[in-house]
C-alpha cells in the first residue's frame, strides 16, 4: 500500500496544509486510496456535524426566547379579540 505522504498527488503547502490532487473517479492509485478518501469524507461529515450542533447549542437561548415571545404576543391578540366571542356560544362569532 502507498502512503499518501510517498504519492505524487500529495503536496504539503507552507503552511502545512495536506492537499490532495487525487480524484478518486479519475486517477485512483491502489483501491486502499479509495478507503482513504472515505475516512477523510467521514472525518469532514463528522466535523461539519460537530459545527452545526455547536451552532444550534449557541442559537438554543436565543430561539427559546422567541418562541416564549411569539406565545405571548398569540395570546395577547387573543385576548384582544375575545370580546367578538360570544361566551355562551363560542363557536359563533359575533361581527
Not at 503552511?15 to 483501491?31: A, L
Not at 415571545?69 to 379579540?81: A, C, H, I, Q
Request: charged residues 35%; aromatic residues 10%; negative net charge.
Amino acid at each position: 500500500m502507498i502512503l499518501c505522504k510517498d504519492c505524487e498527488l500529495f503536496e504539503i503547502d507552507p503552511n502545512g496544509r495536506r492537499i490532495f490532487h487525487c480524484d478518486p473517479f479519475i486517477n485512483i492509485k491502489e483501491p486502499e486510496c479509495l478507503v482513504k478518501w472515505q475516512l477523510l469524507r467521514l472525518d469532514l461529515l463528522v466535523s461539519m456535524y460537530r459545527g452545526m450542533t455547536a451552532w444550534q447549542e449557541k442559537m438554543g437561548p436565543i430561539q427559546d426566547k422567541i418562541l416564549k415571545y411569539v406565545k405571548r404576543e398569540l395570546e395577547d391578540l387573543d385576548e384582544s379579540e375575545s370580546w367578538k366571542i360570544d361566551p355562551e356560544n363560542p363557536e359563533d362569532p359575533a361581527y
